[in-house]
């Protein structure tokens, strides 16, 4: 690479500072939660005087965040086996098998990718009424699957299309059926496909809030997002209890983002990139 | 292929997948066109009404129509705030310096961020009293430009546009930032080396390049408006600010269904909602490949 010039370090210092402008709602949101009420609302810019954590466990235990957040986890992680399960298994038979109607039905999975969720919420509300799930984790689950759906099997067929056969075609000559090569060959080695889906499934339904705010009335049942505004609407001028909560509440999203990030981009990015 | 096979063994893999989409999407998306030709309080019988649900939605219903064009308020407003945001990003962020890699990855943070907790937390950026910006503006000396920024019809929209380029802005400058690693490097060099200017070298090596993602991106923003509805929610005060100022027709759909027991009028609203995307979009992206074609 060349030497750096002085019109490079502009470049990088102007980034710098824009980057730490976008950054800065989120660190003002942090560093506001150890403010009292009296020193937010008199000067909101000033830094903290002290460094303390205290109001984080009261947030935490009069928001009922702990309870929200166990439903959260319950959900999500629901979702996310049955998505990855059940588009692996449809992405494999539209990448690779062939059969009558693959076509028209790959493409009525795909059509799920346009449609806004206003399209079928009220015939969605009255059904899962008439099943009797209102205010339990398959009202949620169910559609979270269904809405995950398009796009993770797209992105798995694009992944499945890419392939070599040679090891499907050795394991169905010694014998192997169809299923023994989905779980024994395909599934092994399309593990960063497969966490690309897995990571886009948690994002959607850990933050999904019009279904659950509709299907959930339910403080037993009441997932994270809901649960976060219910807290904003009973603490909206305790100024410092409400940033405590929405810190512990993102805390656990940017972690997860440090940790998972190339997977995250790739997945977010990549399947709008290809539609 | 496919020695000893059964015939049927496929559609045992798609058969899962299909019955939970066609379940819980597919039929429900189809009974919302059998629900706008009904009056419906949500239990007890339904009366059939014809049209009168769609006279109404395209005739006396003005906050719908407002709702619309809120919309498109909206939409125009994310293109710069989103779509050109992310572009120029991208554009800087490009140049292989060392951070910038790093800076990239930070960008896309708020887009893992739920829009419950970034509504909440940019509600009090604006907040009249406690807000960043207002306090902001008395120290430079210019209070009487502060306001209630979500409270004012005049700026409750570009207010939810600028929070919507900060959570979206991240996500365009990883696409645009594809798209331009994809630009063989040679092309901007020898630009530079006749001398060409980096603003030169944007405006006609780069953009043009990056047409492809630029009629995705806005595809993205002009559907996006018609599925925000979690944003809005939150920071117009269940959709709507003063005067329905705020209102898109995402949130008023869901007033009618759900707070004013219209089940039958939501669903004809949400009919002309998906009908206008879909045949927009498709309009779009058909009229966006011919012109490809004819380069």
Redesign the interface.
């Known amino acids: 690479?060349n030497r750096?010039r002085w019109k490079?370090y502009v470049?990088?210092l102007?980034?710098?500072l824009?980057?730490l402008a976008?950054?800065f709602?989120?660190v003002?949101?942090a560093y506001s939660s150890m403010k009292p009420n009296r020193l937010?609302?008199t000067?909101?810019?000033s830094l903290p005087e002290q460094f303390t954590l205290e109001r984080f466990s009261e947030a935490w235990v009069v928001g009922n965040l702990g309870r929200y957040f166990t439903n959260s986890m319950i959900v999500t992680s629901t979702t996310v086996l049955?998505v990855v399960?059940?588009?692996s298994?449809?992405a494999?038979?539209?990448a690779r098998?062939?059969?009558r109607g693959?076509q028209p039905?790959f493409y009525?999975?795909l059509?799920?990718l346009?449609?806004?969720?206003?399209?079928?919420?009220?015939?969605?509300?009255?059904?899962l009424r008439n099943l009797g799930l209102i205010d339990s984790y398959p009202a949620l689950i169910?559609?979270y699957?269904?809405?995950g759906?398009?796009m993770s099997?797209f992105i798995l067929h694009a992944f499945f299309s890419t392939l070599p056969r040679d090891l499907e075609?050795a394991a169905?000559i010694d014998g192997c059926g169809?299923f023994r090569i989905?779980s024994l060959i395909i599934m092994p080695i399309s593990k960063p496909a497969l966490a690309t889906i897995a990571i886009l499934a948690a994002?959607d339904s850990?933050?999904e809030?019009?279904f659950a705010m509709?299907f959930i009335r339910d403080t037993m049942t009441r997932t994270?997002?809901?649960g976060?505004?219910i807290f904003?609407g009973h603490y909206d001028i305790d100024?410092q209890m409400?940033?405590s909560g929405?810190t512990v509440?993102?805390i656990p999203?940017?972690l997860?983002?440090v940790f998972f990030?190339r997977f995250?981009?790739e997945g977010?990015?990549v399947g709008?990139?290809k539609? | 292929m496919q020695r000893g096979i059964d015939r049927y063994t496929p559609y045992l893999f798609v058969l899962p997948a299909l019955v939970v989409f066609v379940l819980f999407v597919l039929y429900p998306a189809l009974d919302n066109f059998r629900y706008s030709f009904f009056d419906w309080r949500g239990f007890g019988p339904m009366e059939w009404v014809g049209w009168a649900n769609y006279e109404r939605a395209l005739g006396s219903d003005g906050i719908f129509h407002l709702a619309f064009r809120n919309n498109i308020l909206y939409f125009l407003g994310t293109i710069g705030s989103e779509v050109a945001f992310g572009l120029m990003i991208a554009f800087l962020l490009s140049k292989p310096l060392p951070l910038f890699s790093g800076l990239r990855v930070l960008f896309f943070t708020p887009m893992v961020l739920s829009m419950t907790i970034i509504g909440i937390l940019w509600s009090y950026i604006y907040h009249p009293q406690i807000g960043l910006i207002n306090s902001l503006l008395a120290a430079v000396g210019q209070q009487d430009a502060a306001r209630a920024w979500l409270g004012d019809p005049q700026t409750i929209i570009a207010a939810v546009v600028i929070t919507s380029g900060w959570t979206y802005g991240g996500f365009f400058m990883l696409l645009f930032y594809a798209g331009i690693k994809r630009i063989p490097a040679a092309l901007a060099e020898a630009a530079r080396l006749d001398g060409a200017s980096e603003w030169k070298i944007f405006t006609l090596v780069t953009f043009p390049l990056l047409r492809p993602i630029l009629v995705i991106a806005l595809l993205l923003c002009w559907t996006g408006s018609f599925k925000a509805f979690n944003l809005f929610w939150v920071m117009t005060g269940e959709g709507g600010g003063p005067y329905h100022s705020g209102e898109i027709v995402a949130t008023w759909i869901m007033k009618q269904a759900f707070q004013f027991s219209r089940m039958g009028y939501g669903a004809a609203l949400a009919v002309i909602m998906t009908i206008v995307v879909v045949v927009s979009s498709t309009a779009y992206l058909l009229y966006s490949n011919r012109q490809r074609l004819e380069y």
Do not use: K
Not at chain 1, 114 to 127: G, K, N, Y
């Open positions: 690479m750096l490079d470049l990088m102007a980034m710098l824009l980057c976008m950054a709602p989120m003002w949101m937010i609302f000067d909101p810019w049955l399960l059940l588009a298994l449809a494999y038979a539209f098998l062939e059969f693959r039905l009525l999975f059509a799920g346009v449609i806004p969720a206003q399209t079928f919420v009220i015939p969605l509300f009255v059904l169910l559609p699957t269904a809405l759906l398009p099997i075609d169905a169809l989905y994002i850990w933050n809030f019009l509709l994270l997002p809901i976060l505004y904003y100024y409400l940033f929405l509440a993102t999203l940017v997860f983002y990030h995250i981009i977010l990015t709008a990139l539609e």
